[in-house]
């Protein structure tokens, strides 16, 4: 599978996220696949378990993609996920095998003020 395809792949991914589409969304996943969240401990075998922890998640959510890169096997999506409101920054780790996902990583942080010792070198983003 060329980068072009994964690339349509990826963005179509993150199109049906956004949508709460859960059967697209999921389409980009081996049947194999496994889900890792570091910071939470967590790891979620199969395509139809990582679809159901999300189908079950309550909160309304959005998906903003800042920017898609990689090549080959291996590719990382940085964006914005809103939870009911309130934004969180995550960075997707996806490799894949055979043209779909086999494994992804994902890492989430909060945002917050800059600190005291460099608030004047900054310039403020929305």
């Known amino acids: 599978m060329d980068d072009r395809t994964i ?15 859960f059967e697209v969304e999921h389409d ?4 194999d696949a496994v889900l890792h969240y570091p ?30 890169v990689g090549g080959g096997d291996l590719w990382v ?16 780790i996806m490799e894949f095998r055979d043209g779909l996902v086999a494994s992804e990583t994902q890492y989430f942080a909060d945002r917050f003020d800059p600190a005291p010792s460099r608030v004047h070198l900054v310039e403020r983003e929305a």
């Open 77 to 92: 999506t940085e964006y914005i996920l809103t939870y009911d409101g309130t934004p969180s920054y995550v960075v997707s």
């Open 28 to 31: 980009i996943y081996r049947e």
């Open 7 to 21: 690339r349509a792949a990826l963005e179509r991914h993150w199109a049906a996220s956004d949508a709460s589409d």
């Open 39 to 68: 910071q939470s401990g967590e790891r979620i075998r199969g395509r139809r378990n990582i679809q159901q922890s999300r189908f079950l998640q309550p909160n309304r959510k959005r998906f903003t993609v800042q920017r898609i």
